[in-house]
């Protein structure tokens, strides 16, 4: 296929070092006179949809003056080789980074690009240091695969993780010519959300090659050792070059893009690092996600031009301009692009509300008050109680879940049915007198005890307009077998992550604490049985208690500046 000025190439066969062939297309500009860096996108989703649902086509990189390489992994597509995930991408794209410096017309410079698993990929072969490699741009993707991807605190990501492995399973079982598996998948996939919990995690995917990886992520989820081969988090320091991250504040892998980005900006050779953020999920990028609208300052296709600006100014001899800011990041509740030398800015602090109550915060009717500093609560010593029956499970509505709303609730989401309910506890703060703006981590610090053998707490902060309650952060941490007290309680963090938001004089923040959101994490049965392999049939009820008196200091700390 050629269009004028530009030309294509389609199914290359690039060989790798073990003799498999990968194919690629090749774009190039026609009306190019002198040689050309040179790009690489690397994705197990097609080079025929190399956009990826956010994305300019490759034609326009290569108008803009590059060669453009989009290449199938192994084992997908019309690629050679067995696929297994990202186990390949460091040699792989060491391998293809180097032969794509060879092609004619090329400069022997280049550069990568590519989001999810195509952002991870190259954050593989950088690492593996390829001669050729100038820079790259990772966009939403993690920085380890586990625990930035798959898992949050050992909980497995339900609803991101089942559903991406049955859709990459699809593929496998077209290559295959397994019609069965394909037909299975697809059935399973129709019945979302109810499939979720409709069996043990493990047993979601049918058995099978085609599918044996995903068991293998649930079998190994605390075996360090199995993951490290694939972590870009325990190589960084072997990363030598510079790259922009593109991220979104209700990305699921938000968090770790922003560890990756503040690792490579305190290396010298990386320290030319940028980030850019914008108000998006994962897919696709526009200016409303979940319930809310950002405006149209949103909806500005911003991250392909500041891509090839940033891919330009290490690739072209340094013939486009330093912007003079390493950050740039959309501002929600401003609904406008801010500029900044480091993420988070340097003139937020630590700022805490304290948990109290009359005794009973159990939903939205009950007493539940968010108070601020830490200082005394005089006379609020009773602890509130709540049951949670895994059987169950509290909604998980909106959040950085992954990655359509009928996978899972993506986004600011209205909370009354989940604030209704008596399995939440909720706790309001008064009014705010002055703007609050919120930039960076936020965590939660709670005293409780439990009758549960094992259970996962979940904590969510939200803003409240009116009677409106919208989710900001939340975050999850499992409390394991033999972790609770006899007697007494035992202080549980839960880190909810990182953001960027303005809270408007007037409103007021709330925060709910709970024992499960489903479906984006797995259900805890709360009995000695691992998640993975629980039944539906194994879910139980258990109580909680939560303490916040003077000698049990429950709180929100929250990154932040007030005007």
């Given amino acids: ?29 026609t009306t190019a006179e002198a040689r050309l860096p040179v790009l690489v996108h690397r994705t197990p989703y097609g ?34 080789g067995a696929f297994e995930p990202f186990f390949h991408e460091a040699a792989d794209g060491y391998d293809t980074i180097q032969w794509a410096s060879e092609l004619a017309g090329s400069s022997g410079k280049v550069g990568t690009y590519g989001a999810s698993y195509g952002g991870y990929a190259q954050l593989l072969a950088a690492a593996a ?7 790259m741009c990772p966009a939403i993707t993690p920085f380890d695969a586990r625990d930035d991807m798959l898992f949050s605190d050992g909980v497995f990501e339900l609803s991101f993780g089942a559903w991406w492995a049955a859709s990459l399973a699809l593929e496998s079982a077209r290559r295959s010519g397994d019609r069965d598996l394909d037909r299975e998948i697809r059935v399973a996939l129709a019945a979302i959300p109810s499939w979720y919990g409709s069996r043990s995690p493990s047993e979601l995917l049918p058995a099978g090659p085609e599918t044996a990886f995903y068991r293998t992520w649930l079998e190994h989820r605390s075996d360090d050792a199995w993951w490290e081969p694939i972590s870009a988090r325990a190589r960084v320091g072997e990363i030598r070059v510079p790259a922009l991250f593109v991220t979104g504040w ?17 290396q010298e050779s990386s320290a030319a690092s940028s980030l850019l953020v914008g108000p998006w999920s994962h897919v696709p990028w526009g200016a409303r996600v979940g319930d809310v609208d950002f405006g149209p300052a949103a909806d500005q296709k911003v991250a392909d031009a500041a891509q ?15 912007p003079g800011y390493r950050v740039r990041y959309f501002l929600p509740g401003r609904n406008t692009w801010i500029s900044a030398d480091q993420w988070p800015p340097t003139d937020g602090r630590t700022m805490t509300w304290r948990l109290g109550s009359d005794g009973d915060a159990a939903s939205i009717g009950g007493s539940g008050r968010l108070v601020a500093g830490d200082g005394p609560l005089i006379g609020q010593v009773d602890p509130d109680w709540f049951s949670y029956d895994a059987s169950g499970p509290a909604p998980g509505l909106g959040g950085r879940s992954c990655c359509f709303p009928e996978t899972s609730p993506v986004g600011p989401r209205d909370q009354d049915s989940v604030e209704v309910r008596r399995d939440v506890l909720v706790y309001s703060s008064p009014p705010l007198d002055r703007e609050l703006l919120i930039e960076g981590p936020i965590d939660v610090a709670l005293w409780l005890a439990s009758d549960a053998v094992t259970a996962d707490i979940v904590a969510r902060l939200c803003q409240v307009d009116g009677r409106r309650s919208v989710n900001i952060a939340e975050g999850v941490t499992r409390v394991s077998m033999g972790e609770w007290p006899l ?18 004089a007037g409103a007021a923040l709330r925060l709910q604490v709970t024992g499960g959101a489903f479906p984006r994490f797995e259900i805890n049965p709360q009995v000695d049985i691992p998640p993975a392999r629980a039944a539906p049939s194994d879910r139980v009820a258990a109580s909680f208690a939560l303490a916040h008196d003077d000698a049990h200091v429950s709180v929100v700390r929250v990154r932040a500046t007030a005007s």
């Avoid at 296929?1 to 500009?29: F, Q, S, T, W």
């Avoid at 190399?50 to 019309?78: C, E, K, S």
């Avoid at 209700?250 to 305190?266: I, V």
């Fill in 487 to 504: 007697n007494g309680y035992r202080r549980v963090i839960v880190a909810l992550g990182e953001t960027a938001t303005v809270v408007p």
């Fill in 250 to 266: 209700w990305d699921p892998f938000l968090d770790g893009a922003l560890a990756a980005f503040r690792a490579l900006s305190a």
């Fill in 47 to 80: 080079r025929q949809f190399p956009t990826q649902a956010n994305m300019a086509h490759p034609a326009w990189y290569a108008r803009h003056g590059f060669i453009v390489v989009v290449q199938d992994v192994r084992g997908r597509h019309d690629s050679d």
């Fill in 308 to 322: 090839v600006d940033f891919l330009g100014r290490f690739l072209r001899n340094g013939d486009v301009s330093d």
């Fill in 1 to 29: 296929m050629n269009v004028p000025g530009i030309a294509v190439e389609r199914a290359i066969a690039v060989p790798m070092r073990d003799g498999c062939r990968l194919a690629a297309d090749i774009y190039r500009p």
């Fill in 129 to 135: 240091n390829p001669p050729a490699l100038r820079v």
